[in-house]
Nanobody, 125 residues
Framework: QLQASGGGLVQAGGSLRLSCGAS????????MGWFRQAPGKEREFVAT????????SYADSEKGRFTISRDNAKNMVYLQMNSLKPEDTAVYYC????????????????????WGQGTLVTVSS
């Protein structure tokens, strides 16, 4: 089970840190990802992190602004979002998929097995 939190209302240029907690004792068996869905749009990839935390990938629009990280001891994955823009407004979802390798990452939503409930981020101009 995944539980995302940390969303809220922020002005353009501001920052937010999203958190996602996972239940269970095998968190380090899962590649984790963040996705978002804006009203009227498809769910889109934001960032992913491998089981080890050593392999990362970001959507082009988030590179240099967002940072994904994980703490396997705490069963947590985070998304630090800086320099937020109004177009970042969306519901943000964390997702997990069991992977065999420590360095595997996945950028496609349909590959993920488990999803959190989402947390709303609203960026005002």
């Amino acid at each position: 089970q995944l539980q995302a939190s940390g969303g809220g209302l922020v002005q353009a240029g501001g920052s937010l840190r999203l958190s996602c907690g996972a239940s269970g004792r095998t968190f380090n068996s899962y590649t984790m990802g963040w996705f978002r869905q804006a009203p009227g749009k498809e769910r889109e990839f934001v960032a992913t992190i491998s089981r080890s935390g050593g392999n990362l990938s970001y959507a082009d629009s988030e590179k240099g602004r967002f940072t994904i990280s994980r703490d396997n001891a705490k069963n947590m994955v985070y998304l630090q979002m800086n320099s937020l823009k109004p177009e970042d407004t969306a519901v943000y979802y964390c997702a997990a998929v069991a992977t065999r390798t420590m360095v595997g990452i996945l950028t496609t939503a349909r590959h993920y097995e488990y999803w959190g409930q989402g947390t709303l981020v609203t960026v005002s101009s």
